[in-house]
């Protein structure tokens, strides 16, 4: 299994990289809060730590934690834009539930 | 589901915790808002891709109100319920504004204090009744607000505004105020070259000395400040606020006549040229030369070439006009153009190659404008508001204190629920709602806990104090927040507040309390090594608390109901209620889920009983009439 990214996130990814102007790639991973359980993060990466896992996808670099994986493998990373907002979004095949607002989730 | 954007490492907010904040540049002829997006600022366009949107409103005799181009363009028509540079009067007087006669206003003085003198704002009287430029102002802001948060997917927590680095107490007042009327929470005001030094990121330069040449559409702003320790001082303003890149379409317009042996033209004519003369100017940016070509309503045709050195030439005193500004903000600063380490440029009329070269010579330098001039102080604006909100980008920000581990409070199946993530900067505040888990709970004990880990039992226990006097409601009507806020010292306050009621209760805790670096490391080290586990007692801890819900449910039913069921329909759903029981006493949170699925099933059409039930008790002795009416 791995994490994934669309051509068009990937292509975003880096443009963000290269604007800011540091970073190895993208950190991917969960955290447990939120109205429906684990909470999905998404950051810069500075570094890569010692037990992360590291998948290469379209040119991008995503790191994920060894405790968050469990919980995201197999995902897909896509960028789309909803009328005047644009962003990130996630296709979690681990997704048994979510809330509404799609912010959290459960496995 | 919601649209994420990266953060900077260690700062992803949690779900409903996005603070989206922005900064806002109000200006005297146009206005913007940026946003800190993925670690950069950019600035926010409306639905037809335009970032500026022109300082114009207008009130229409039927009360509506039009803001920007679409006010804009009706303002030749409506001089006088189109309000445009409403910024000249913030917090001014009448007698603040000099000559009132070349302005198609009608202004009403403001209430005159007993003393007769005259007070506080003027006011200008519209189409809609009396406006004042707070009420103007805030029209603006409405519109940015709206645009900000169609385009951020969310409420805004707050909004960094600028403001000339001239402007008085009253001034600023009335800025305030504007937003808050537009319903924008201001974080700081903000001193328009302070954030374009702030977009060039010179706040992290070393300490110096610079200069801000702000040379807008109608005003002209020289800035002097100093950096030291991270914060800007305002050393020396100068300016001439009757001096911007209008005045140059205007020299243009005026060649032009000239060339074509014109005199006074009318109102349409000259419209038509001053936009020839405007599309000369930023043609001339970039060429040596430009053709202008016009038919005036008389017939006459124009079709003359302009080039830079000509235009150079006609416009050369407006340019030492703003050098004399500088001379004299440095003279009030005390300091030489020696003295200056670097020059921002802001504004429009600075992509004019001729105010570039001039700004260069005299400070013996090359200006800053690798940034849009037009959109530099909102996009500075927007990063300290994401500062300000919390959502810290970057490790070369000010240096402040972080919380060494996430804070937060156990919940139903002693799991915890993290409300301050560990690394959040101090002081901070955070709150969470949760609710009550059984039917007429009356009280919530509040745990608060420390760690990395899913179970409390693996974090730290810190406080324990109790809510008391929630009224008696079904299980998860009640709404109680719980505010989690760090100071500056490190002192954690949790409060508890019931909101339909207002019952609050509160413990002031310590969290770094006896916690040393190694238990720090150890507590980080034990959370990535029990992963696997956790999760799976999270999941284990998950399902048993659902199946304890859907067991107190179900009997709960059977209690109040139980004579619907017929012969033989009990049996099986007590059997598996039984069943749940069992699976519970077992590690494995597959099986009780399985138990608890097949209880649902079986209950089923004891619940469509029970809703028959309900629904036919609700309309005994009501009219067919009566129902249709809803």
């Known amino acids: 299994m791995a994490i994934t990214l669309t051509e068009k996130a990937a292509k975003h990814v880096r443009d963000f990289i290269a604007k800011r102007g540091k970073g190895v790639g993208l950190r991917i991973g969960v955290r447990t809060s939120g109205c429906s359980g684990m909470a999905y993060k998404l950051e810069f990466a500075d570094a890569a730590e010692s037990d992360d896992a590291q998948f290469v996808s379209h040119g991008v670099t995503v790191l994920v934690d060894p405790k968050s994986l469990a919980y995201i493998d197999g995902m897909e990373l896509d960028y789309t834009r909803e009328g005047l907002n644009e962003g990130f979004k996630f296709n979690n095949p681990n997704v048994k539930n979510q809330c509404g607002c799609g912010e959290s989730f459960q496995v | 589901m919601a649209l994420l954007q990266i953060s900077e490492p260690g700062l992803s907010t ?85 000559d009132i006669s070349r302005l198609p206003y009608r202004f ?303 919940t139903m199946g002693g799991l915890t629920e993290k409300i301050i993530p560990r690394n959040s900067t101090i002081p901070t505040a955070r709150a969470q709602e949760f609710t009550t888990f059984r039917d007429g709970q009356t009280a919530m004990s509040i745990h608060v806990v420390q760690g990395e880990r899913e179970l409390v039992s693996d974090c730290r226990s810190l406080a324990k104090f109790e809510l008391r006097g929630i009224p008696a409601m079904v299980a998860g009507a009640a709404r109680i927040r719980v505010t989690f806020q760090v100071d500056a010292d490190g002192l954690l306050n949790v409060s508890a507040r019931e909101m339909g009621s207002g019952i609050e209760a509160s413990i002031a805790v310590k969290p770094s309390y006896g916690l040393s670096d190694a238990e720090i490391t150890r507590m980080l080290q034990d959370s990535t090594q029990h992963a696997q586990h956790d999760m799976l007692a999270r999941a284990l801890c998950e399902q048993q608390t659902e199946a304890n819900q859907l067991l107190e449910a179900v009997q709960h039913a059977l209690e109040q109901d139980g004579d619907l069921l017929e012969p033989g329909e009990r049996e099986p759903i007590e059997a598996r209620m039984a069943a749940l029981r069992d699976t519970l006493q077992l590690a494995d949170h597959l099986a009780i889920k399985r138990a608890a699925g097949a209880l649902n099933d079986a209950t089923a059409g004891f619940a469509q009983k029970r809703m028959d039930k309900s629904v036919a008790r609700a309309l005994t002795g009501k009219k067919i009439s009566d129902l249709g009416g809803e």
């Open chain 2, 14 to 98: 949690a779900p409903h915790q996005h603070r989206l904040a922005v900064g806002i540049d109000l200006g005297t002829t146009n206005s913007l808002v940026a946003t800190v997006r993925n670690g950069i600022s950019v600035v926010l366009n409306d639905e037809n891709g335009r970032a500026m949107l022109p300082s114009v409103v207008r009130y229409a005799p039927d009360e509506s109100v039009t803001v920007g181009e679409a006010a804009q363009a009706v303002q030749s028509d409506d001089p006088v319920n189109t309000i445009v540079s409403v910024k000249r009067f913030m917090g001014r007087g009448l007698k603040d504004i000099g």
């Open chain 2, 108 to 410: 009403i003085d403001a209430p005159s204090t007993g003393s007769g003198q005259a007070s506080g704002m003027l006011q200008l009287r519209t189409a809609s009744g009396a406006k004042s430029p707070v009420e103007v102002s805030s029209e603006i802001l409405k519109v940015l607000r709206a645009r900000a948060e169609a385009a951020l997917g969310g409420d805004l927590v707050g909004a960094v505004i600028t403001v000339p680095a001239y402007f008085d107490d009253a001034q600023r007042q009335a800025t305030k105020d504007a937003a808050k009327l537009a319903g924008l929470n201001v974080l700081r005001l903000l001193n328009e070259p302070t954030a374009a030094a702030i977009a060039y990121g010179l706040d992290n330069a070393s300490e110096g000395v610079y200069a801000v040449y702000d040379l807008g559409g109608g005003t002209f702003d020289i800035s002097i400040l100093r950096l030291s320790r991270g914060v800007f001082e305002v050393l020396a303003t100068n300016g001439d606020s009757a001096l911007g890149g209008d005045d140059f379409d205007h020299r243009i317009q005026c060649w032009l006549l000239e060339k074509n042996g014109l005199s006074a033209l009318g109102p349409r004519d000259t419209r038509l040229l001053l936009t020839h003369a405007r599309a000369a100017k930023e043609q001339l940016t970039e060429h040596d030369e430009t053709r202008i070509t016009a038919v005036l309503s008389s017939g006459d045709v124009i079709d003359n070439v302009l080039t830079r050195a000509e235009f150079q030439s006609m416009s050369q005193n407006l340019v030492q006009r703003t050098l004399q500004s500088l001379r004299r903000a440095l003279r009030d600063a005390k300091l030489g153009t020696a003295d200056i380490k670097g020059v921002v440029m802001v504004g429009g009329a600075t992509r004019m190659p001729q105010v570039q070269h001039a700004v260069g010579e005299f400070f013996g330098q090359v200006p800053l404008t690798n940034l849009d001039p037009d959109k530099v102080v909102a996009l500075g604006a927007a990063i300290q508001a994401n500062l300000l909100a919390g959502n810290r980008g970057g490790d070369e920000w000010l240096l402040l204190d972080v919380i060494p581990l996430s804070l937060g409070i156990e």
